[in-house]
C-alpha cells in the first residue's frame, strides 16, 4: 500500500468540516478496524472532548484526527469499504498514522483522562 498517496488522501479529508453524522457513522464502523479500534475510540474521544473544550486540543490535532474520523466514515476511499475485509484496510493504516502523528498529544490526553 502507497503511504504517501494515503497521507495525501488524508490531508484532503483534513480540509473538511466534520460533521456529527459523520463521527456517528465513524462510531459504527470501528468495529471493522481490527487491531485499531481501541485507538480509534480514543481519537473519536479525545475529538469530542477537544470539541466541547473539555480538553484544549490545538486546531492542529483536531484538524488531523478530523481528517481520520471523515476519512473512516467516508466508504468511497483508497480501498472502498464494500471490498470487506480489504475495504478497511485503509481505513487502518490512516489511523496508525494520525496516532504516530499525534503520539506526544496522545500521551498527553491519556495521563488527562487516566487511560489504561
Not at 70 to 96: E, Q
Not at 106 to 116: E, G, H, P, R, V
Request: glycine residues 6%; hydrophobic residues 45%.
Amino acid at each position: 500500500m502507497e503511504t504517501e498517496k494515503l497521507k495525501a488522501l488524508l490531508d484532503s479529508y483534513s480540509k473538511e468540516r466534520v460533521s456529527s453524522s459523520e463521527v456517528e457513522q465513524a462510531e459504527r464502523k470501528a468495529k471493522n478496524l481490527g487491531t485499531r479500534i481501541a485507538d480509534f475510540k480514543l481519537l473519536l474521544r479525545m475529538f469530542k472532548d477537544g470539541i466541547s473544550g473539555r480538553y484544549r486540543l490545538s486546531k492542529a490535532t483536531l484538524v488531523a484526527i478530523g481528517g481520520a474520523i471523515a476519512y473512516v466514515a467516508f466508504p468511497m476511499d483508497f480501498f472502498p469499504d464494500f471490498l470487506f475485509p480489504i475495504g478497511y484496510t485503509d481505513d487502518i493504516v490512516v489511523i496508525g498514522i494520525v496516532m504516530n502523528q499525534l503520539a506526544d498529544e496522545i500521551k498527553k490526553y491519556k495521563a488527562y483522562i487516566n487511560y489504561k
